[in-house]
């Protein structure tokens, strides 16, 4: 396959790239960026001789020189790294080009207006697979795993008239086992801080509802190496589908902040735009010891399951779980969308076409430890 990666040059999109490098299903990397040096320096370094870079504004109209429309021509998939906000103009790009298309998630509102070019993309013939990072992504899949435990889980299209399951909750976590000494943050501070300040959206009996920014999301006991922290609520684009894709009545999306990192952006959320541009660009990267907790919590007519993924950081690649667990989702369904193992077209979540079992048996080798436990007791490792 041809793969376009836009925001080649960001926090995540190397990754993907290494991924998918190493990959035989991807036989050409495309990395577009609207700062070409940056995606240059991206496939010198994680490439291994398939990728090369050029600049692209996604924004500019698709007759343009330098559009996102032109640069897809010819291409299989498009893998939308950049910042959610650009996803409708991506998603405008791959229909005009006749390539597939997936993103890091659309923080609930923005998947809901994706959701609506459904028809477009299944008239054409594509796919359009929305939030396939970590979370959502592969949040989304652990829920359909610890659905499938519970027994109320059916197959394709079907999923939309499920119901039955009384909530799924999830939660995420990093730690960084060799933090920076500085201000850093896990990914893209504009995206963080968006997660704080717009209200989220929770489920509460079958129907969504706002709650307060930064409101308390209790303590989640995420195992080791994190162990119990502090959560609040955060917008969470799993909440818009959870409803539609498992009839789930209670659901929401929880995150643990380092408590100092929390009270910093708090801070932020009054600041300047340019105030928050600069701290962006002084922002340390995480270090390559990065340790990424997400766990899933289900539960149906009494029973309850936990799905736990860990993942842990890829040394050979120099690079943290943190951002491995984002990454390596959006490369593994490429690879599976090459093989033929996703075969739906249309707009979709990750919970409607991505087979948990495929999907972690590609994730293993890339650092991910997936357990699941019902009512009590662990009754498998799935990889």
């Known amino acids: 396959m041809r793969v376009c990666i836009l ?21 050409e990397l495309l990395l577009l960026d609207i700062d070409e040096k940056r995606a240059a320096a991206v496939a010198d370094a994680h490439g291994a001789g398939k990728a090369r870079a050029t600049r692209v504004d996604a924004r500019i109209e698709p007759e ?8 897809l021509i010819g291409s299989d998939v498009l893998i939308n ?20 298309y997936l993103d890091l998630g659309g923080l609930y509102w923005m998947t809901e207006l994706q959701l609506e070019l459904d028809r477009q993309f299944e008239r054409d013939g594509l796919l359009a697979l929305l939030g396939m990072g970590s979370a959502p992504g ?3 899949v652990m829920a359909r795993m610890a ?11 079907e999923a939309e008239a499920a119901a039955g399951i009384d909530s799924i909750q999830v939660a995420a976590a990093g730690r960084d086992l060799d933090p920076p000494d500085g201000f850093s943050v896990p990914y893209a501070l ?32 995420f195992g080791e190496p994190i162990g119990a922290a502090e959560t609040i609520n955060t917008i969470h684009s799993e909440i818009r589908t959870f409803g539609d894709s498992f009839g789930c009545r209670e659901g929401s999306f929880r995150l643990a902040l380092k408590p100092e990192l929390l ?21 340390l990267p995480p270090s390559a010891k990065t340790v990424s907790v997400h766990v899933v919590d289900a539960a149906a007519d009494g029973r309850a399951v936990r799905v736990r993924a860990v993942t842990e950081p890829m040394e050979t690649w120099g690079i943290g779980g943190g951002v491995v667990s984002t990454a390596t989702p959006a490369a593994a369904a490429v690879r599976l969308l090459a093989r033929g193992e996703i075969t739906d077209r249309g707009v979709m979540p990750p919970e409607s076409c991505v087979d948990p079992d495929a999907l972690f048996a590609e994730l293993e080798p890339r650092g991910c430890r997936v357990e699941v436990k019902v009512e009590g007791g662990y009754v498998n490792e799935v990889l």
Do not use: F, W
């Not at 659905?147 to 299209?157: A, F, H, I, M, S």
């Not at 963080?192 to 709650?211: A, F, I, N, W």
């Open 138 to 140: 592969k949040t989304n």
């Open 81 to 100: 790294s950049a910042s959610y906000r650009v996803n409708l103009d991506a998603m405008a790009a791959c229909l005009r080009a006749g390539c597939h």
């Open 263 to 283: 009270a910093t952006l708090r801070e932020l959320t009054t600041a300047s735009e340019e105030e928050v541009r600069r701290r962006a660009a002084e922002a």
């Open 7 to 27: 925001g080649a040059g960001g926090t995540i999109a190397p990754a993907i790239v290494r991924d998918l490098a190493e990959s035989d299903e991807a036989e």
């Open 64 to 71: 343009a020189e330098g559009s996102l429309a032109r640069a």
């Open 190 to 221: 504009q995206t963080l801080l968006d997660e704080l300040t717009m209200k989220p959206v929770v489920l509460r009996g079958g129907s969504p509802v706002q709650v307060e920014p930064l409101s308390d999301g209790g303590t989640v006991d």
């Open 147 to 157: 659905v499938g435990e519970l027994n109320k889980y059916p197959t394709g299209r």
